[in-house]
């Protein structure tokens, strides 16, 4: 398998892009345990997660912190504001009401409290 970029993505695309492109019998013991992993802690479905992904790349945040809130899926500004350690200035109280309201409308029932 050969690295062709680099690129920080939501758990839920990394899932789907290595069940698209790595035959399940010839998993590593590590591939298989990160989709196990991975089953386990994603809380959005991989078309919402998409969806949202461009949607928070589109208010200017980082491919980073835009994966990392998917990820997490805060319910809570509290939460939410700790994300934005990669950002360059601090979201105001709007920016962190808009993207709670927006996890809400693409997880909505799939996240956790």
Same mark, same amino acid.
């Given at each position: 398998?050969?690295?062709?970029?680099?690129?920080?993505?939501?758990?839920?695309?990394?899932?789907?892009?290595?069940?698209?492109?790595?035959?399940?019998?010839?998993?590593?013991?590590?591939?298989?345990?990160?989709?196990?992993?991975?089953?386990?802690?994603?809380?959005?479905?991989?078309?919402?997660?998409?969806?949202?992904?461009?949607?928070?790349?589109?208010?200017?945040?980082?491919?980073?912190?835009?994966?990392?809130?998917? /990820?997490? @899926? !805060? %319910? #809570?500004?509290?939460?939410?504001? &700790? =994300?934005?350690?990669?950002? /360059?200035? @601090? !979201? %105001? #109280?709007?920016?962190?009401?808009? &993207? =709670?309201?927006?996890?809400?409308?693409?997880?909505? %029932?799939?996240?956790?409290?």
């Amino acid at each position: 398998m050969k690295i062709i970029s680099v690129k920080d993505v939501p758990l839920t695309i990394a899932v789907g892009i290595m069940r698209k492109y790595v035959d399940r019998s010839s998993m590593s013991e590590l591939q298989q345990r990160f989709l196990e992993y991975g089953d386990s802690v994603i809380k959005c479905s991989p078309e919402a997660s998409e969806e949202l992904f461009e949607e928070l790349i589109k208010l200017g945040l980082k491919e980073v912190t835009a994966s990392q809130i998917i /990820d997490i @899926a !805060p %319910s #809570d500004t509290n939460t939410l504001k &700790i =994300l934005f350690v990669f950002e /360059d200035k @601090a !979201p %105001s #109280d709007e920016t962190l009401e808009r &993207i =709670l309201d927006m996890l809400k409308n693409y997880c909505g %029932s799939e996240r956790s409290p």
